[in-house]
């Protein structure tokens, strides 16, 4: 299990945010592979979401895409919406919403990985929207 941080991590930094102008970005570096678990076991990220606000109107998703340590392509692995669609802000961690993607074997063995969580309008144009990043792992 390898803890994800958001980029220049440190105890006093707000939690990374995204917005439907720009992604909430965060890094992981892979677990050595005695950690990983199974060896036949697909790696997934765990994203933890403290808190969402909907926009004014219609609806959003997540797309969650990974990028390779010093590789400037993006691969989305996965998309997630919050139901309800009712604004929330998680007092506590473990009271966080989780959503498990599926990561590439490729992506999750050495080196870094970055994560960009981009909200998308699903309806209307995703104005006000608001998700945040308390936290993700791989698994």
Do not use: C, H, W
């Not at 400037?72 to 997630?80: A, D, L, P, V, Y």
């Not at 139901?83 to 009271?95: H, L």
């Not at 959503?99 to 309008?121: D, T």
């Amino acid at each position: 299990m390898v803890a994800l941080m958001s980029q220049g991590a440190g105890a006093a930094q707000d939690p990374p945010v995204a917005t439907v102008t720009s992604p909430a970005v965060v890094t992981a570096t892979a677990a050595p592979v005695a950690d990983q678990g199974v060896a036949s076991q697909s790696p997934r990220v765990i994203i933890s979401v403290t808190a969402f606000r909907p926009p004014r109107e219609g609806a959003v998703q997540a797309i969650v895409k990974v990028q390779k340590d010093g590789d400037r392509t993006e691969q989305e692995i996965g998309r997630f919406g919050i139901f309800p669609n009712t604004e929330f802000k998680a007092a506590d961690p473990s009271n966080a919403q989780r959503f498990g993607l599926p990561l590439p074997k490729e992506l999750a063995s050495g080196g870094a990985v970055k994560l960009n969580v981009y909200l998308v309008p699903f309806k209307g144009d995703g104005s006000g929207a608001l998700l945040e990043i308390g936290g993700a792992e791989i698994r």
